[in-house]
């Protein structure tokens, strides 16, 4: 499984310039996913490839961001860590067969309705100007939209994207009121029953350790990692 390349197909940049064998991803600055650098092979000159990736973000007003995976060229961390680009958001990549039903009734949907996007803002969002964009990057390729609602408003919500015999899994949040009480692992069944695809994939920061431990209880296990840098982070 290759998750660089299934992570970019399930959240795709509308803006992508290809340089070098790397693509420069741009999408309004929403989310690192499709604002990042994805570096897969060896440049022929690596000082000159992460220069024109940091004129390219200039251009654009946005930070250099590099998303640094299995697939990245060796050296490519170190040289980023000496241009004083700091490591961001560990990610671990985890894949299995999720089996069990949904054990309430949830909303399925081929597109975000409005409810859907708020409810994942409300947990996910970074900047205040991001649904319309978020909104255009999930849109990109087809996928499926899952909800838990009560009284009408979803409150745990979920995003599956099939990819060939895999299923990714994207966009899971759940508002802070509605938790523990199981609404994340319907959500989660729910995507992998309607899609009718068992096997799936997801992304979580390794920080999210609640998450992990859902995950894992529902047959996911780690299966690789990724990690941004970002120039002038903290």
């Not at 897969?40 to 995976?69: H, K, M, Q, V």
């Not at 199981?182 to 979580?204: I, N």
Request: hydrophobic fraction near 40%; proline fraction near 7%; glycine fraction near 12%.
């Amino acid at each position: 499984m290759d998750a660089d390349l299934l992570v970019d197909e399930a959240w795709p940049a509308w803006e992508r310039r290809e340089a070098g064998g790397w693509v420069l991803r741009y999408a309004g600055g929403v989310t690192k996913r499709a604002n990042s650098v994805l570096a897969l092979g060896e440049p022929d000159d690596l000082d000159a490839a992460i220069s024109a990736a940091e004129a390219f973000y200039a251009e654009r007003g946005a930070p250099c961001a590099f998303s640094i995976g299995a697939g990245a060229p060796p050296g490519l961390d170190r040289a980023l860590e000496a241009r004083g680009y700091a490591l961001v958001d560990p990610t671990v990549v985890m894949a299995g067969a999720i089996s069990g039903r949904p054990s309430v009734p949830v909303r399925v949907e081929e597109r975000p309705w409005r409810g859907w996007l708020e409810t994942w803002w409300a947990v996910d969002g970074r900047r205040s100007t991001g649904p319309e964009a978020a909104e255009r990057i999930l849109t990109g390729v087809p996928a499926l939209y899952v909800a838990v609602e009560e009284d009408g408003i979803p409150v745990a919500v979920g995003r599956g994207v099939p990819q060939g015999g895999t299923l990714g899994i994207y966009c899971m949040a759940t508002l802070p009121e509605a938790r523990r009480r199981g609404l994340g692992r319907a959500v989660l069944r729910a995507l992998a029953v309607e899609s009718g695809m068992p096997g799936a994939y997801l992304v979580v920061t390794e920080r999210n350790t609640a998450a992990r431990a859902l995950y894992r209880s529902e047959g996911l296990q780690p299966k690789g990692g990724y990690h941004y840098r970002i120039r002038g982070a903290r």
